[in-house]
């Protein structure tokens, strides 16, 4: 029988591998039915490893193991189960190194428990679904290596034996009786086996680096495993258990990437330990400042700053410092980017524009809105040739150094006195076709050449218009009089032009 | 020249933006200003006392360059003018305006100065035939309104240049000159 498990891209290499591996299986079997007959005997109770359970009842838990998921009425089934020993009607206990299976009655409470070590598993079936498979309770398979004396292989014990373990694996069936939630489990199961959190904390404690987790050990002597208890790569077998290894990292660092939060929970110790370490540090740092800092100590305190924002913490120092290095390189980064837009936007461009385009620029690792407005504030302090610029009416535009309200004024100006201009003034679209800017900015241009005294607006049921400004030609105590060469008589001719006498207008002229 | 009625407009009563209250300061100082100007003159050729801010007045709409002026900027430049000691509002609601193109003094003295061409010194009259008798025909007094009558005879009255005392009938009031 081939134990399939649907790999969607490339389910010819999974078939292959799981047919060899139980072909693998039947051999060593046999191999070790006529070789250790006296083991398996000794191994009908001992298949599984031990795990202590407290005077209550709970399993003893492993410096750094957390508890992920809980089934009850569980049966442990190894695939041979005439000379493996079975567990029936446990509660399974998932963590993050081991699968616990405790004895669970009313009556008493289990003094010992089985275990499996997450790292002693090396395939995790998905769960089929078939015709049988809705009749029956469900079940959760999984295949486990083992050492050569029968029993569940421990890599904490074993590590560092080279007693030539054998190259077998045993699938476990897991029959869920209870009403638990088994895809829920199924789901936790590989996250919690992928994770390899008991790598991390074999690292750490055993100190040198010899030990790695995912030994590639091209190590002396036969066998698939090698002198430190890790899966050695030879023959066929290992060129496809390397491939397999290898679209499990990349699983696995796709996983992180995308910052599953299973994984951020499982971190979130770390995270704020690390965190207050951090804040402690700078704080201290701040308030123990004499006159005299030390450079050193600034660019150490910028360094962690750094660190700081880039798990996303926002610095606990004064925001008002220089900045972070974060702040300052995206302030320039931006500075070269709008160079473009703002060339193609006619030398201002809304602050909000300047946003989307930037982020949609960036692909990913997108900025906040407040990083936008920071990086921009720096500006003041390089010297770059992009400022930025708020409106009295509050809408803010990034516009060139160079740019010169007045020689907007004065194009607005010539605009305005155009005949067509002087008879029904120019509306914040008019004024972006001949500047070449968008309306939205016009506008803004205008009411700033209003502010200057440039312009008179005129709102009415046509819109919102702006006339050049006459009223400081005319005088109250002498209303009639017109000067002869100045703006007044410039306007009376251009809208007497009509034919139809000063002020007159037909009604078909709009 | 555009006239309304018997009055001659500026030029600039067809400039749109004279009738959309301006925000910058320097600008709508102006506007406001000539809108005074415009309106003193117009109440007086056209002898009009009062103002009332809810119905039509020819002054504030301009069909020719179809503007209107806003109740807000109406409002605006009569209170203006009340700044100026120009007009005054008949009501806490501001919807009538007294508009006074002479100041109340002036008023007196152009009753003193009637009242001394026409040797009415030391005669009687009822306040109504100061308004519309034979002799005041021709003069500013003619038509004036009568509560800008009556505010300028008790001014005069303070100084002492006439006594104001209820007449034999009802409704009328008379006034005796010792000017």
């Known amino acids: ?510 | 020249m555009q006239k309304l009625g018997d009055f001659k407009l500026p030029h600039f009563f067809n400039y749109p933006p004279y009738f959309t209250l301006q925000p910058v300061r320097e600008t709508s100082e102006k506007q406001i200003q000539l809108w005074k100007e415009l309106i003193l003159d117009y109440c007086r050729i056209q002898k009009i006392f009062v103002i009332r801010l809810e119905e039509e007045f020819p002054l504030f709409s301009n069909s020719v360059v179809e503007r209107t002026l806003s109740h807000e900027a109406r409002e605006a430049f009569l209170s203006a003018l009340v700044a100026e000691g120009r007009a005054e509002w008949l009501d806490k609601g501001r919807r009538n305006c007294l508009i006074l193109w002479h100041r109340i003094q002036e008023w007196a003295d152009i009753i003193v100065n009637f009242v001394k061409d026409n040797g009415f010194e030391d005669s009687v009259m009822t306040v109504e035939e100061i308004r519309s008798g034979i002799e005041s025909r021709g003069t500013e007094l003619q038509g004036i309104d009568r509560t800008i009558l009556v505010r300028a005879l008790k001014l005069l009255e303070h100084k002492g240049k006439l006594a104001i005392f209820k007449g034999t009938s009802t409704d009328d009031e008379g006034v005796k000159f010792s000017v």
């Open chain 1, 1 to 510: 029988m081939v134990k399939y498990s649907r790999e969607p891209d490339n389910p010819t290499k999974w078939s292959y591998l799981s047919m060899l591996q139980n072909l693998e299986q039947k051999k060593s079997f046999l191999i070790s039915r006529k070789k250790y007959p006296k083991l398996i005997a000794a191994g009908m109770s001992n298949f599984f490893s031990k795990a202590e359970v407290t005077s209550s009842g709970r399993p003893v838990l492993l410096h750094n193991e957390v508890e992920c998921h809980l089934l009850s009425a569980v049966d442990l089934e190894p695939e041979d189960h005439r000379h493996f020993s079975l567990l029936k009607s446990g509660l399974l206990i998932l963590t993050t190194h081991r699968l616990i299976w405790l004895l669970s009655s009313s009556a008493s409470t289990p003094t010992s428990a089985s275990a499996i070590p997450l790292a002693a598993i090396s395939h995790i079936f998905s769960s089929k679904k078939s015709l049988k498979s809705v009749f029956h309770s469900p079940r959760i398979r999984f295949q486990v290596l083992v050492s050569s004396d029968g029993r569940v292989f421990d890599p904490s014990s074993g590590s560092g034996s080279s007693s030539g373990s054998g190259s077998r694996s045993v699938v476990v069936t897991a029959v869920i009786r209870g009403k638990g939630d088994c895809d829920g489990f199924l789901v936790k199961f590989w996250d919690s086996w992928r994770a390899r959190v008991w790598e991390t904390t074999k690292i750490s404690s055993s100190g040198s680096g010899s030990a790695s987790g995912s030994g590639v050990a091209t190590g002396i002597g036969g066998g698939l495993y090698s002198s430190d208890g890790s899966v050695r790569m030879v023959g066929v077998a290992g060129i496809l258990r390397k491939e397999q290894e290898m679209w499990e990292s990349t699983d696995k660092s796709l996983q992180d990437a995308f910052q599953d939060l299973n994984a951020l929970m499982s971190k979130a110790k770390e995270m704020v330990m690390l965190a207050e370490k951090m804040r402690q540090k700078l704080l201290s740092g701040t308030s123990s400042q004499t006159s005299g800092t030390n450079d050193e100590d600034m660019g150490s305190k910028e360094e962690m700053q750094d660190w700081l924002l880039s798990v996303g913490i926002i610095s606990p120092v004064t925001k008002e410092s220089a900045g972070a290095l974060y702040h300052q390189q995206l302030s320039r980064q931006l500075a070269d980017f709008v160079r473009i837009p703002l060339e193609r936007a006619g030398g201002m461009i809304n602050l909000i524009d300047a946003y989307c385009l930037f982020n949609r620029a960036r692909g990913t690792e997108l900025i906040s809105p407040d990083d936008m407005l920071q990086a921009c504030s720096l500006w003041e302090k390089f010297d770059v040739p992009v400022m930025l610029r708020k409106f009295d009416s509050g809408v803010m535009v990034i516009q060139n150094k160079s740019h010169s309200d007045e020689e907007v004024f004065a194009r607005i100006k010539s605009l305005v006195t155009k005949p067509e201009a002087l008879r029904t003034g120019i509306s914040p679209t008019d004024a972006a076709m001949t500047l070449g800017i968008a309306p939205a900015m016009a506008k803004e241009h205008l009411l700033t050449a209003e502010s200057k005294g440039l312009l008179c607006r005129d709102i009415s049921p046509d819109g919102f218009r702006f006339y050049i400004n006459l009223f400081p030609e005319i005088d109250p105590c002498n209303m009639y009089f017109v000067k002869d060469y100045g703006i007044c008589s410039t306007w009376i001719k251009a809208v007497s032009t009509t034919g139809l006498g000063i002020g007159e207008r037909s009604s078909t002229f709009r």
